[in-house]
């Protein structure tokens, strides 16, 4: 059984950064696909980031470019994302996924969810 559990959300003022983890259950995990993704109320979700198995692809949205970073520790089956320069309009619940590897690489969709951690920022 694959599980995903968030942590380190919370509300902070604009300009803050905050730091979130994403601890996996037993799984193979390090040949997985690994992605934040944000839902804010009355909006889509939204992928924020991904990185790939081995760490040394990563992809981020527009908007969180130069402000966020993913990372990867395979040892200790933990995600990340470091979020800096907070801005009001990252406000969101935070969701952690994982997918694995295909033959082209990170797939479009995730099976394997988090249930989330609540981001506030505040103006």
């Known amino acids: 059984q694959v599980r995903l559990v968030e942590s380190g959300g919370g509300s902070v003022q604009a300009g803050g950064s905050l730091r979130l983890s994403c601890a996996a259950s037993?799984?193979?995990?390090?040949?997985?696909?690994m992605g934040w993704f944000r839902q804010a109320p009355g909006k889509e979700r939204e992928k924020v980031a991904v990185?790939?198995?081995?760490?040394?692809?990563?992809y981020y949205a527009d908007s969180v470019k130069g402000r966020f970073t993913i990372s990867r520790d395979n040892a200790k089956n933990l995600l990340y994302l470091q979020m800096s320069s907070l801005k009001p309009e990252d406000t969101a619940v935070y969701y952690c996924?994982?997918?694995?590897?295909?033959?082209?690489?990170?797939?479009?969709?995730?099976?394997?969810w988090g249930q989330g951690t609540q981001v506030t920022v505040s103006s």
């Open positions: 996924a994982a997918e694995p590897l295909r033959y082209f690489g990170c797939p479009g969709t995730y099976t394997y």
């Open positions: 990185i790939t198995p081995g760490g040394g692809i990563t």
């Open positions: 037993e799984y193979t995990y390090s040949s997985s696909c």
